[in-house]
Nanobody
Framework: QVQLVESGGGLVQAGGSLRLSCAAS????????MGWFRQAPGKEREFVAA????????YYADSVKGRFTISRDNAKNTVYLQMNSLKPDDTAVYYC??????????????WGQGTQVTVSS
């Protein structure tokens, strides 16, 4: 089992940066692909970024490509999302996710509780 706890959210001005962290419990962290999703008010939860178990491959939504970077430290059981050049449209609750097979919305095995990111104009 994996339990996920996000941190690092907050309020930031447009153009600013935040670094989200997701701390995972359990001893099988390296067996899971990890991802980040977000959900804005009145919107569906959407994919943001994913990283493979080894950390050698990453995937990004077009809306964040070039601005966000996902990484992981398996020794620390932690996955990160570095968010640069933030825009008001990035405002959402960000969720950490773990998938034993593949990071797809309907294939996620574990979800974090979410952390709020608010980007002001």
């Amino acid at each position: 089992q994996v339990q996920l706890v996000e941190s690092g959210g907050g309020l930031v001005q447009a153009g600013g940066s935040l670094r989200l962290s997701c701390a995972a419990s359990g001893r099988t962290f390296s067996d899971y692909a990890m991802g980040w999703f977000r959900q804005a008010p009145g919107k569906e939860r959407e994919f943001v970024a994913a990283i493979t178990q080894s950390g050698t491959s990453t995937y990004y939504a077009d809306s964040v490509k070039g601005r966000f970077t996902i990484s992981r430290d398996n020794a620390k059981n932690t996955v990160y999302l570095q968010m640069n050049s933030l825009k008001p449209d990035d405002t959402a609750v960000y969720y950490c996710a773990a998938a034993f097979a593949i990071v797809l919305t309907n294939k996620i095995d574990y979800w974090g509780q979410g952390t709020q990111v608010t980007v002001s104009s």
